[in-house]
T-cell receptor, first 113, second 111 residues
């Protein structure tokens, strides 16, 4: 049982390049989330989805886009990467209800130079 | 505007003693509170949760206490073990489907 899988695990981008981070979950969860973690800032919500075909903005959505074409996948796109987007990105999913919290992936470390 | 605050960036505790991690929140609409543990190079893992209708929840060595009037919750780990050394995040959720995290507290348990 894989849980939440993020690809790639590491990536270095040049300023202005684009890329897509993929998140896949095999738990049939309705809700999916993208967070970024920066030193001293905790985890901040970028975008989230409450079901297939839906997306919504979180706390720090600027510079990112997302898509949820299939229930099991949640894609995070950077159209024109900036050094301020250097961070560790975490995807998470959860079922209906809150008691068990979110299941997180192992993260993608992105560096923009 | 930090809605969930963990004011202690780090905590050092001797093995076998109690670890107490604290968390404050500002939004009275939060209904559910969760604690996560995170090891380096891994994703956060769920530890324990509590609903606003309770003031205590216990799971083995871990107990979470909620004081709604003070908008404060705490995580107690008894007894602390070296494997508990990690970063602990407090998180809160209201009716918006979004979990808001604190900035984390790094716990070090030494022998």
């Amino acid at each position: 049982n894989a849980g939440v899988t993020q690809t790639p695990k590491f990536r270095v981008l040049k300023t202005g390049q684009s890329m897509t981070l993929l998140c896949a979950q095999d738990m049939n969860h309705e809700y999916m989330y993208w967070y970024r973690q920066d030193p001293g800032m905790g985890l901040r919500l970028i975008h989230y989805s409450v079901g297939e075909g839906t997306t919504a903005k979180g706390e720090v959505p600027d510079g990112y886009n997302v898509s949820r074409l299939k229930k099991q996948n949640f894609l995070l796109g950077l159209e024109s990467a900036a050094p301020s987007q250097t961070s560790v990105y975490f995807c998470a999913s959860r079922r209906q209800g809150w008691e068990d919290g979110y299941t997180f992936g192992s993260g993608t470390r992105l560096t923009v130079v | 505007d930090q809605q969930v605050k963990q004011n202690s960036p780090s905590l050092s505790v001797q093995e076998g003693r109690i670890s107490i991690l604290n968390c404050d929140y500002t939004n009275s609409m939060f209904d559910y509170f969760l604690w996560y543990k995170k090891y380096p190079a891994e994703g956060p893992t769920f530890l324990i949760s509590i609903s606003s209708i309770k003031d205590k929840n216990e799971d083995g060595r871990f107990t979470v206490f909620l004081n709604k009037s003070a908008k404060h919750l705490s995580l107690h780990i008894v007894p602390s073990q070296p494997g508990d050394s990690a970063v602990y995040f407090c998180a809160a959720m209201g009716n918006t489907d979004k979990l808001i995290f604190g900035t984390g507290t790094r716990l070090q348990v030494f022998p």
